[in-house]
T-cell receptor, first 113, second 110 residues
Framework: NAGVTQTPKFRVLKTGQSMTLLCAQD?????MYWYRQDPGMGLRLIHY???????AKGEVPDGYNVSRLKKQNFLLGLESAAPSQTSVYFC????????????FGQGTRLTVV | GENVEQHPSTLSVQEGDSAVIKCTYS??????FPWYKQELGKGPQLIID???NVGEKKDQRIAVTLNKTAKHFSLHITETQPEDSAVYFC?????????WGAGTKLIIKP
């Protein structure tokens, strides 16, 4: 029972490079989220999706794009990476309806040099 | 928008003692308050949650209390054990968008 799986686990990028982070869940959840976690700041929502084919902006969406072409996958893209995007990224999913338990992946540690 | 403040940022307690972590929120419309535990190198995991129509909830050694009037909620861990060492996050929500506290690092001293 995999739950939420993130790929890759670690990545180092040069400023200006692009990359895509992949999140896959096998719980048939409608809601999926991308967060970034920085020291002393908790988790901040980047983008989220309430179902296949839908996406919406969270608290800190600038510099990121997302897509949800399949219900089980949620992709986070960085078109032109900046050092300020150095962070740990977490994907999460939750069932239909508001205020249900969110299940998190293991995280992706991204460093932009 | 919603703002969640969490205190303390670090808490060190003797094994067997109790630990209390407190959070305040700003949006009176928030109605869901979960607590997550994050162990080193892992994603956060839900340990307990409470909804605005309940004042207290308990699950074995863990309890959460909610004061809607004062807009604060607290996590209580009794008889702390070494495996309770982790970072704990509170959050508040009125829909599907959780707003998170900054986290509390709980250290259990042997």
């Amino acid at each position: 029972n995999a739950g939420v799986t993130q790929t890759p686990k670690f990545r180092v990028l040069k400023t200006g490079q692009s990359m895509t982070l992949l999140c896959a869940q096998d719980m048939n959840h409608e809601y999926m989220y991308w967060y970034r976690q920085d020291p002393g700041m908790g988790l901040r929502l980047i983008h989220y999706s309430v179902g296949e084919g839908t996406t919406a902006k969270g608290e800190v969406p600038d510099g990121y794009n997302v897509s949800r072409l399949k219900k089980q996958n949620f992709l986070l893209g960085l078109e032109s990476a900046a050092p300020s995007q150095t962070s740990v990224y977490f994907c999460a999913s939750s069932g239909t309806g508001a205020n249900t338990e969110a299940f998190f992946g293991q995280g992706t540690r991204l460093t932009v040099v | 928008g919603e703002n969640v403040e969490q205190h303390p940022s670090t808490l060190s307690v003797q094994e067997g003692d109790s630990a209390v972590i407190k959070c305040t929120y700003s949006d009176s419309a928030s109605n869901y308050f979960p607590w997550y535990k994050q162990e080193l190198g892992k994603g956060p995991q839900l340990i307990i949650d409470i909804r605005s129509n309940v004042g207290e909830k308990k699950d074995q050694r863990i309890a959460v209390t909610l004061n809607k009037t004062a807009k604060h909620f607290s996590l209580h861990i009794t008889e702390t054990q070494p495996e309770d060492s982790a970072v704990y996050f509170c959050a508040a929500s009125r829909d599907y968008q959780l707003i998170w506290g900054a986290g509390t690092k709980l250290i259990i001293k042997p």
